[in-house]
Every structure is written in C-alpha cells, then in structure tokens.
C-alpha cells in the first residue's frame, strides 16, 4: 500500500452557528489522482481550504507526508502542497509567462518581484498539453474564463509539487478541454498527489483513481472509484437515482 500523502483528524470548521465541517476525516494515499464529490454545500471547497491549511480549521489536524501540518514551515509547505482555488484571480497585471514564472519560483525565497526575473526553465511539455503558447504574451485579465483557468492550473503546478489541491480546475472549460486537463491530472498523478473538487461523475469514474463522497460536513464513503461510485449510498447523498452503465468498459453513470 502506498504511504499516505495526506491526512486529516476530525476536522471542523464553523462559519456564525453552522459547522461546515464536522469531524471531516480522510486519508489520501501517495500518487493518487483523487476526486473529491458531493451535493452542493456539502463542505467540499471548505474541506480542499481546510486540507490545503488556507483555511484554519475550528478542530482536528492535518497531515502532508507524514508531518503535522505545524511542523511544516512556510517556504517548504509552498515547495510540497499547492492549492488551485475555484475562481482564480491574480492580484497584479501579469502576463501568463509572469504568472507561470511566479508559480515555478514558489518555495524558493523569492520575493515576488524577484520571483518573475528568476532563472527558471519553461515547462515545454506543461503549456503545450494546455495550449498556452499562443497566450504566453496575453495579460492574464484579457483572457477568457477557460483559458484564464488554463493558466491558473499551470502556474499551480509547473514547480511540480508533492500535493495539488484543486476547486473544480475544469468547470469553465468546454469538453474538450476537461478532457485533456483531466488526462493532464491523470499523469501528473505518477508523481503528485492530485486531489481534485468534480461535480461531474463521469469524469471523476473516466480518471480518478479514488473518490472522496462529501456530505453535510463529513468523509462519507472514501474508496477506490468504482467501489465508491457503485454504492448506493451516492444515490441517497444525490437524492438521484442512477443508472450504472458500461460504456466501452467504463464506467458511466446517467440519472434515471
């Protein structure tokens, strides 16, 4: 069995008088790619903020490789754990080539100016699999939703992370674009932990190889995809019944 690559002890986060999370409990094996899913409002992004330590959790601990998230220090938690929120919004007028550059210095003590000039290989292979080299020069600000998602994704993962935390990477693409950032997880995995926010179940049976079942606040049901996908327990989650279906030897489910 794999080393975990994350771990989360009763988790619980409280927003007014409502937990968000409520004893939020998971553990993520190594060079996994990992869907995380469930009903709206179920704690998904908060859990994904929570496990990223973007967000202080109420109670409960979290764990990257094996050390405690507070024996972690800034520039080595930057190197090893990278989080991609759903709406991602660059806080300068940079370019795409500046915003990949400031993700490949993450971790290395740059401030973030230096980070920019810093001496820093493109990743050929990364903006070629999300089609950015034509948008290299483009300001960040002038691109569409989809290929501004394109480039967050990028500038997430060109430093090659030990953990990617990601919010629905691929909601604003169009099908062929999910498809092709999916399969871009999918290899990513044989050297980081992915795990991702999905609301779309194919594409979570399609490319993951575990899946995370959220709901009301807590891990329900966390297993390999197949197992997880076919319970039942998914319909009465989803308050939906569905269909189990072979597609081309996949996995396919369709709301009856």
Known sequence: MSPLALEADGLRVVRGRRAILDGFDVAVPSHRLVAMIGPNGAGKTTALR????????D???????GRDAAAWDRRSLARAVSYLPQQFRSHWDLSVAE?????????????????????VAPDLALTQALELEALMT?????????????????????????ILLADEPAASLDVAHQLRLMALMRRLAGDTTVVVVLHDLNLAARFA???????????????PTETIL???????????????????????????
């Not at 990949?100 to 920019?116: E, K």
């Not at 076919?230 to 009856?256: K, M």
């Open 50 to 57: 929570a496990l990223a330590a973007v967000e202080a959790p």
């Open 209 to 223: 190889d575990e899946v995370i079942l959220v709901a009301a606040g807590k891990c329900r049901l966390a297993g």
């Open 138 to 162: 483009r300001r960040f600000a002038s691109l569409s939703a989809g290929e501004q998602a394109r480039a967050a994704f990028a500038m997430a993962t060109v430093s090659h992370p030990a």
């Open 99 to 119: 915003l990949i550059a400031l993700g490949a210095a993450r971790g290395r003590g740059f401030g973030w100016l230096d980070g920019l000039h810093a001496s």
């Open 59 to 65: 109670a409960g601990r979290v764990r990257w490789l």
């Open 230 to 256: 076919e319970s039942l327990e998914l319909d009465e989650i989803f308050e939906t019944r569905f269909e189990r279906l072979s597609v081309n030897g996949r996995l396919h489910l369709a709301p009856r």
